[in-house]
């Protein structure tokens, strides 16, 4: 079952607030597993006092407003080393690190603090295996994506990598031992399709279904809402790639879908005449951030009748830090 939340008509003289309307959020949205961890252990090492000063190699999450929370509370974000001081507490974030890169890291006098999901460090764990067996890899992701980047170090920066079915070429002479693993928030339809368009050209092809299970269940959940309502919002930074894909997926349903990173960009004439929205939202999503955007369309002059929404608001960040 999805969280329901019905919202009614506060301004009866507001002729398209008269018809009720529901709003439907997915069964899986918002904080990973993987993220959830990474942000904890960042805010044990801020709460420690001792760590300073604390970098994160990259944004920690791909979510703007989280990301500046933490600068508030002096975590640097570094995207080169050479700007990090040595001695330096660094975060590895969920997307982990290639072996070049931690290599140079070593060389550094860091202290590392490593939130490598444990979903990409089995992937890492496949690419390497695959490539040490002699096979080709074929990475299905996105080149510029910083997993995708790491993963690739673990085939010394061999592996070809598709992120879209156009980019697969026709291996004229493709080689004997082939193998595929992907992108952790991969879209589970592409990986579907690039592996039945790749099995035409390789029938030994060794698979390794690496997208993990928090995405597949976002995913599911996003397909299944988007099918019952009249438009999506999902939530998530700009740069998040398991957001944008949320967005492709249920834009593929055919439903008009919108993506925002705050509630200041909704706008009334989305909800014109719909009764049923859903809302679903990107790993790095928090859960003050889905309430707030459902508050928000309340607040176009829909009144929230009742609220089935629970929240788990003991972990930390999970409340919104600015009125923690
Ligand atoms: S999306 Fe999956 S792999 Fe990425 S951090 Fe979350 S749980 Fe880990």
């Known amino acids: 079952m999805n969280k329901e939340i019905d919202i009614t008509c506060e301004n009866e003289r507001d002729s398209w607030t008269e018809q009720a309307m529901e709003i439907l959020v997915a069964k899986k949205a918002g904080f990973c597993m993987g993220v959830e961890r990474a942000l904890n252990m960042v805010m044990e090492a801020v709460s420690d006092g001792s760590k300073e000063p604390i970098y994160t190699y990259g944004p920690l999450i791909h979510n703007p407003q989280v990301v500046k929370y933490l600068e508030s509370l002096g975590v640097k974000v570094a995207e080169n080393m050479d700007d990090i001081p040595n001695g330096s507490h660094v975060v590895i974030r969920s997307h982990g690190i290639g072996p070049g890169t931690s290599a140079l890291l070593e060389e550094r006098e860091f202290v590392l603090i490593d939130a490598t999901c444990k979903f990409v460090i089995k ?6 295996q695959l490539y040490d067996e002699g096979y080709t890899v074929i990475i299905l992701g996105l080149k510029n ?19 879209s079915l156009d980019e697969i070429p026709n291996f004229e002479d493709p080689p004997e031992k082939m193998g595929v693993i992907c992108q952790t928030t991969l879209n589970t339809e592409f990986f579907g399709h690039a592996i039945e368009r790749l099995k035409t050209q390789v029938p030994d092809l060794v698979v390794k279904n690496t997208i993990c299970d928090a995405t597949t269940k976002r995913q599911k959940a996003a397909r ?21 894909k949320l967005t492709d ?5 055919g439903v008009d ?14 909800f014109l005449g719909r009764s049923k929205i859903g809302v ?3 790993a790095s999503t928090p859960d ?8 928000a369309i309340g607040d176009f002059g829909f009144r929230r009748r009742s609220d089935q929404l629970k929240y788990n608001l003991d972990k930390a960040l999970k409340q919104d830090p600015r009125h923690a």
């Open 224 to 244: 299944d809402i988007a099918e019952e309502v009249d438009a999506m919002i999902v939530i998530g930074g700009k740069e998040s790639s398991n957001t944008r």
């Open 257 to 270: 879908t919108y993506q925002i990173e705050t509630p200041d960009e909704l706008r009334k004439g989305w």
């Open 145 to 163: 994506h910083p997993e995708v980047i790491a993963l690739r170090e673990f085939t010394n920066n061999e592996a070809m990598v598709f992120g």
């Open 288 to 295: 003050w951030m889905i309430e707030e955007v459902i508050r």
């Open 123 to 128: 992937a890492q764990e496949m690419a390497r």
């Open 280 to 282: 679903t939202a990107g």
């Open 249 to 253: 997926i249920c834009r593929d349903r």
